[in-house]
């Protein structure tokens, strides 16, 4: 298991890097949909790196390549230097993943549903056990630790998914839409987690759309449009290159250029 | 594979199974309950119909004229009563009375003079209470037979023996071994299979298409655990609870038929019933067989719930398989159906005629093993399969909504080529075609069957989907001028294709031998049309099909097959499916060889036209051959291979030559590749649009 303390945070080598990733899926009748194109970028320890775009932008489908879920069509991935197609078992290791929409196993207690994947990790019995109670106390879950998923709240289910992220304590998050459909007690708790995690050294990338969030947590943004990732770069480059003074209307002004480039 | 991320995938999914209510009320509580309350049922309804019937009085008819020694036989008789009527038959017609009774005027008189009298009784079959009042009316009158008798031989001073030359008795000597047998062989292998199948049904669904609903697969997927560790956990899961369930299911049955039978008065069943007779060996052997079963059946219904969204649809995936295997179950529950060479291969009927032959006592040690290793290798086929859908991320993830199922014209977007499922779709279409209305024009008159099933039933039809589904007929029909070239090549190719295929159709022969009646049949086809001209032969047996089936096979489906499968596979797939197109057992090899030749020169040439010279070459051939139009030289010579069974080897090698040259030309030839190559399409254009390698 790579833990941040064992990586040297904030140097050189990126943790995450995404090297002219593309995914084409065919739908059938002979069509085919590019969700990404050519998407590259890079994330150092210690970093948030916030994915921008609206609903079927492609941000998904980026993810999950650099979870390893799915294999890009060209291009490839690489965590801590490990390339996701070349080992990518090494590489789940190395990471966590919240997928978007992500629910539980509704028959099983949140402790129990910790401690499968805590042995899908390798981890052992005494380490999950002090690991979960570690995450139960930061994550005020111990009221509901030995109740089944099925029964428990919107937030809480979220609580637990995040526990599971951070289960094996890994040294790059892979988070999508994490505070979707939560209320904003639960959202900003969670979006507290995400940037102490980020104090420690992880290297973090998260989806979203809501630009209020992005605006608050992200070192860097990247926008993306139709597969493809239109901008990059710190809020205040963003804003400079489109004039604009909050994400919105700097997403907007890039979506047009974008769009009469196109023209 | 890594035990440790197997076993936790076991344990997880086997906790929360058996969380499920519904699973376990399923699994065990229906089988626990089912089967002792089904019997009760049962013999409280047979013994509530019997006492029923006991105490229900028969009314019998009698004619006002009947004579009164009938009446008295039949006045003593408990809950019968005698009704009189003008017409006794209408009566029971009307329901009136359960039964008649009619005697002739004389019988008394015959009584008197020692000859017979005749007394018929009249009764509905399908009223059980007709039949009862018919068995009671019966047993009276046999009653007074009997005592005639007697008075009859006492006055002639004769012994009983002397009216019973012959006693014959038949005393069944089968085993009891072989009763119980008989009596479980009709019953158990459709139910083993149908338990099975109930115990893998849930699991099968629930951990494969209800994963993939909750979104939790994905999860699991960014855990270090194979795919291969996530299908083979799941699958000992489902395993497990489909063997627990059809063991808990045969248990439960066996338990409470033998306590019915126990309840029974006289152990009037347990003697035919014994469950001793069936050895627990019996029971080992066929819970043996049993594993590659449920292994199959297991790994088949995980297939194909994890094509599904959700777990709605994977029911309803998964409900018509569970049909399906019931049907060689049912089959091989029916008397008469038993092991044999060819029953061994057929999948799940094997294993149930199997059951059935142990319990009768009639497996044999080879049956046996052949049975069980072919039934694990469709198992371990099946598990393949389901293991290599789990690698698919396309299968895993589904996820998209679907597309709004609309068949307006309007809403299909214009393309260069058919997807590879519309080809699928069209060959099955036009094999029913062929199976049903084809079949009816052909044999009401076979020249004018033959044009409308190729012109209205196949190239129409196939043309007119194509349209409809906006597909650009110019390209997915490959209807291009062939260069000159490529029509030498397809000459060169049909030439030694021709001698080639037959030569196949001849070395076929050895093991297949053709049979008689097909042969006799085709002569006929062609004596029969002596008279018509050899152009209107000509049109019918080699135009027609030349333009209408390469229409089909190498226009609509070939289009198809290639935007999926590559070259190779596209040839040999076209090749093979029209093969199967001509519907015969003895065609097949040869037709799908000769298919495999045309599909690649349609596919190298990138001209359909190609494919209609050679079809129509092939064709005509064969069809002046056998009107003896060609010369007299080659007529013998076809004669003479036909009889030597063997076409002499420098003709072969020529064969062979000509297919080489007309394969070398092809390929120089190169160029107009693919199916769209050289089609500029709109940007929905198909990824068939890639050149041939």
């Known amino acids: 298991m790579i833990n941040a303390s064992t990586q040297d945070a904030g140097s050189a080598r990126p943790l995450i890097a995404a090297r002219a990733v593309s995914k084409s899926f065919s739908i059938g009748r002979g069509r085919t949909i590019h969700a990404v194109r050519e998407a590259s970028f890079e994330v150092a320890g210690g970093e948030i790196f916030g994915l921008l775009g609206p609903n079927g932008a492609g941000k998904t489908t980026l993810l999950r390549m650099l979870a390893t879920i799915i294999t890009p069509t060209s291009g490839h991935c690489e965590m801590n230097g490990v390339r996701t197609d070349v080992d990518p078992q090494g590489v789940r290791r190395t990471l966590g993943f919240l997928s978007g929409n992500t629910k539980l196993y509704q028959r099983l207690k949140a402790r129990e549903m910790l401690a499968y994947f805590g042995r899908l990790y390798g981890m052992s019995e005494p380490a999950i056990a002090n690991r979960t109670a570690e995450l139960a106390e930061l994550l005020d879950m111990g009221a509901f630790l030995d109740r089944r998923c099925g029964q428990l709240s919107t937030g809480q289910s979220q609580k637990v998914s995040i526990a599971r992220v951070l289960l094996h304590d890994p040294g790059i998050l892979i988070l999508d839409e994490p505070t979707l459909g939560l209320d904003i007690m639960t959202s900003r708790a969670i979006l507290g987690f995400i940037s102490q995690a980020r104090a420690r050294g992880r290297a973090i990338i998260f989806s979203t759309h809501y630009m209020t969030e992005a605006e608050l947590l992200c070192d860097r943004i990247g926008f993306i449009h139709a597969g493809r990732i239109m901008a990059m770069g710190t809020k205040q480059e963003l804003y400079e290159r489109t004039g604009a003074d909050n994400l919105v209307d700097a997403f907007v002004a890039m979506a047009e250029r974008e769009g009469q480039q196109a023209a | ?693």
């Open chain 2, 1 to 693: 594979m890594n035990r440790r991320n197997v076993l936790t995938i076991v344990r997880k999914e086997l906790l929360e199974t058996l969380r499920d209510r519904r699973t376990l009320v399923a699994m065990i509580g229906i089988p626990l309950l089912l089967y002792p309350a089904l019997f009760v049922i049962i013999t409280q309804v047979v013994t509530l119909q019997q006492a029923k019937m006991e105490r229900q009085i028969s009314r019998i008819a009698l004619h006002e004229t009947a004579p009164t020694l009938l009446r008295q036989w039949l006045s003593g008789l408990e809950q019968v009563e005698l009704i009189d009527s003008a017409d006794p038959e209408a009566a029971v017609r009307l329901g009136q009375a359960h039964a008649a009774v009619t005697a002739g005027p004389d019988l008394p008189a015959s009584l008197e003079t020692r000859v017979s009298g005749e007394v018929v009784i009249d009764f509905d079959g399908t009223e059980p209470a007709s039949r009862h009042a018919m068995e009671r009316v019966r047993d009276a009158l046999e009653e007074q037979f009997d005592r005639i008798l007697e008075e009859r031989l006492a006055e002639a001073g004769l012994p009983r023996a002397y009216i019973e030359p012959i006693r014959i008795e038949s005393a069944n000597i089968a085993t009891a071994e072989k009763r119980t047998g008989s009596f479980l062989a009709g019953l158990l292998p459709m139910l083993l299979v149908v338990m099975v199948g109930v115990g893998a049904f849930y699991p099968a669904v629930d951990l494969t298409a209800g994963e993939k609903e909750r979104g939790t697969f994905e999860t699991l997927l960014s855990t270090p655990t194979s795919k291969l560790d996530i299908v083979t956990g799941k699958f000992i899961t489902v395993f497990a609870l489909a063997m627990f369930t059809g063991l808990l299911n045969l248990g439960s049955m066996t338990l409470s038929l033998a306590y019915q039978l126990v309840q029974l008065p006289e152990n009037a069943g347990a003697s035919i019933f014994s469950f001793d007779h069936v050895s627990i060996a019996d029971f080992g052997l066929i819970l043996l067989a049993l594993i590659p079963l449920a292994f199959f059946i297991c790994a088949l219904m995980m297939a194909i719930a994890v094509f599904a969204r959700d777990f709605k649809e994977a029911q309803n995936f998964v409900t018509p398989f569970y049909l399906l295997i019931l049907v060689p179950g049912m089959i091989a529950s029916m008397p008469g159906v038993e092991l044999s060479a060819a029953t061994e291969l057929i999948p799940i009927a094997n294993v149930a005629l199997l059951f059935k032959a142990i319990l009768t006592e009639k497996a044999s040690a080879e049956a046996y093993l052949t049975v069980f290793i072919c039934t694990s290798v469709y198992a371990l086929l099946a598990l393949v399969f389901a293991a290599w859908l789990f690698q698919s991320e396309q299968v895993i993830l589904h996820e998209d909504k679907g597309f709004a199922l609309s068949l307006r014209r309007d809403d299909f977007p214009p393309r260069s080529a058919p997807t590879i499922g519309f080809s699928l779709g069209v060959f099955a279409l036009v094999m029913l075609i062929l199976y049903y209305p084809a079949t009816y024009f052909q044999t009401r008159e076979i020249i004018s069957g033959l044009f409308i099933t190729q012109w209205v039933l196949m190239a129409a039809p196939v043309l007119v989907l194509l349209w409809w589904v906006r597909i650009d007929l110019r390209s997915a029909l490959f209807l291009r001028a062939p260069r000159p070239g490529a029509l030498l090549a397809g000459l060169l190719l049909t030439a030694g294709g021709f001698v080639l295929v037959v030569q196949i159709g001849l070395w076929q022969s050895w093991i297949l031998p053709e049979s008689e009646s097909i042969k006799r049949m085709m002569e006929e086809l062609f004596a029969a049309q002596e008279g018509r001209s050899l152009l209107l032969m000509l049109l019918a047996i080699a135009v027609s099909p030349a333009v209408c089936e390469e229409i089909v096979f190498r226009g609509a489906i070939l289009s198809g097959v290639r935007t999926k499968l590559g070259f190779g596979a596209s040839v040999l797939l076209v090749g093979v499916l029209f093969g199967l197109f001509h519907l015969s057992v003895y065609r097949i090899v040869p037709t799908a060889a000769m298919g495999i030749v045309i599909t690649y020169a349609v596919l190298r040439s990138g001209s359909i036209f190609t494919g209609m010279m050679m079809h129509f070459l092939n064709n005509a051939i064969g069809v002046l051959a056998a009107t003896k139009n060609l010369p007299q030289t080659s007529l013998d010579w076809f004669e003479r291979i036909e009889i030597q069974g063997q076409i002499p080897w420098p003709a072969l090698a020529g064969a062979a030559a000509a297919i080489a040259a007309g394969v070398i030309l092809m390929e120089r030839l190169g160029g107009r590749t693919s199916a769209t190559g050289d089609v500029n399409e709109s940007a929905a254009g198909s990824p068939s649009a890639r050149p041939g390698p």
